[in-house]
């Protein structure tokens, strides 16, 4: 601690320190990474609970800086505050559109979920960079999905919403991601044009010990206003059992497969699927 005036104390704060320095070390490696296209892609099933169908995949990023894991939560974030999530998103449309039309000549009806931030739709022109990436792998609209958070729409709903509407009349379809730990009003919903909900983790832990009351109220919510599920963190046959008897069948979570790349995704779809 360092003496300041007569009796004011400065703490030191070498944990705060450190945090700063690791978030601007980060930063820097970051930039560098992307520079160089040394982010990956990975991909997660989600599955048809019902006939072990895989319906989608999502898209998650991965980065390994010198071979350790840096987790997304983390690098997301830092790319979102310095502005560069829209080059990281545009390396990911392209990764995706590379990866889908690839896996579409053994699996012609996969679909691909891709997440997007709010500074995309600030930032870029949002549109024309999916609908790019869309000609230059023949993908029709069809094949991508896109996922907003609930919290984005509670913040930056004026601002996603013009650009959200001119890719829906194009044929893309829009998840609501990690729904239920936002505040949304079935009336705000209702005029968003969103396709699917996805429940959120959170809402699945529970069904093991038998609380099923916010799973069953979302899909009500979801069946209410016509729109899809899916279940987001599904790890146990328990989970998977309670979901189905709910009405929910698409399910996404280590119960059926992680996330993992590319390689090993085709692997897994040989072993797992007859199409
Ligand atoms: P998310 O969109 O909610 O993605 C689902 C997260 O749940 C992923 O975490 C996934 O690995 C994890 N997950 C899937 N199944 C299970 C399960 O059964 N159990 C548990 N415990 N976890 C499961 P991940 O890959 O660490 O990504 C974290 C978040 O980072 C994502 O949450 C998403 O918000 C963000 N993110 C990842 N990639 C991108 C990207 O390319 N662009 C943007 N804008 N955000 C991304
Ligand atoms: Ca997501
Ligand atoms: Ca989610
Ligand atoms: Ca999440």
């Not at 072990?52 to 979102?80: H, N, Q, T, Y």
């Not at 979920?113 to 739709?121: G, P, T």
């Not at 309670?242 to 996330?259: H, M, S, T, V």
């Amino acid at each position: 601690a360092k003496r300041k005036g007569r009796n004011q104390t400065v703490v030191f704060r070498v944990d705060l320190l450190d945090a700063v320095s690791r978030r601007l070390q980060l930063e820097q490696a970051l930039q560098e990474a992307l520079n160089h296209q040394e982010l990956e892609v990975w991909f997660q099933p989600i599955v048809d609970a019902r006939n072990g169908k895989v319906v989608a995949m999502e898209a998650l990023s991965r980065w390994f800086l010198d071979g350790i894991f840096v987790p997304p939560d983390e690098f997301i974030k830092i790319a979102e505050a310095s502005g560069m999530i829209t080059k990281l998103g545009k390396q990911v449309f392209d990764n995706v559109g590379a990866s889908l039309a690839d896996l579409r000549l053994n699996y012609p009806d996969l679909i691909c979920n891709i997440n997007l931030s709010v500074r995309q739709f600030r930032d870029s022109n949002l549109e024309e960079d999916i609908v790019d990436c869309a000609t230059k792998y023949q993908l029709p609209s069809s094949a991508i999905h896109l996922e907003l958070t609930e919290s984005m729409i509670a913040t930056s709903e004026t601002e996603i919403l013009p650009t959200m509407c001119a890719l829906v009349d194009k044929g893309y379809k829009f998840h609501l991601d990690d729904f239920g730990t936002g505040y949304s009003s079935l009336e705000r919903l209702r005029n968003l044009p969103f396709d699917t909900l996805k429940v959120d983790r959170s809402f699945i832990t529970p069904l093991g010990k038998g609380d099923d009351v916010m799973v069953r109220n979302i899909i009500n919510i979801g069946n209410e206003l016509g729109m899809s599920l899916i279940a987001e963190g599904v790890e146990t046959e328990t989970e998977v059992h309670k979901l189905l008897q709910l009405g929910c069948w698409d399910i996404q979570g280590y119960y059926f497969a992680r996330p993992m790349p590319l390689a090993k995704l085709k692997l897994w779809l040989a072993e797992n699927q007859t199409q």
